[in-house]
């Protein structure tokens, strides 16, 4: 199996939404490698925390392990949430300065209230970026009827009230959305 970052370097995405210490950020559906939660939690430093919030609790119990292990982690805070589920994740509203939703936007049937969540959680000036799939890579990634196309993305958050600051291709299997609260 190999490694998220052989596909998404977490490093690229996170210095789009000028993550700095003292900075608190959310990611949604982190995954059981937190890909982006541990070197977020490098970049907002002590003074910060990185939410890695899952639905899946033995997700969180690898990252509560990992946590335990590696020096410099305490920062990082396990939250379980069923993001679909708007105004049920224990985080206060406004509070965030960035929330990363990577590869989950594909594998959620309640879109929209995922991006509401996004954006209830974030202040004012906060970023929300979304990483997904633009095409299927043989056996990873989704299928092509669940593929989920940028444009839909960007119409479904100015509902959420969030403006697209910035649209690029990762690679040539991933797109990635910034936008601002």
Known sequence: MTSGTALIDPRIVLEKMHLGVGMRVADFGCGRTGQFIFLASKMVGDKGIVYAVDIIKDVLEDIKSRVKVEANHHNIQPVWSDIEKCGRTPIPEKSLHAVILTNVIFLVKDKLSVLHEAARLTQAG????????????????????????????????KQADLALVEQVMLNNNHYCLLFKK
Do not use: C
């Open 126 to 157: 906060g970023f929300v970026v979304v990483v997904d799939w633009s095409k299927q890579l043989g056996p990873l990634g989704p299928t092509g009827e669940l593929i989920v196309k940028p444009e839909t993305v960007i119409e479904l958050a």
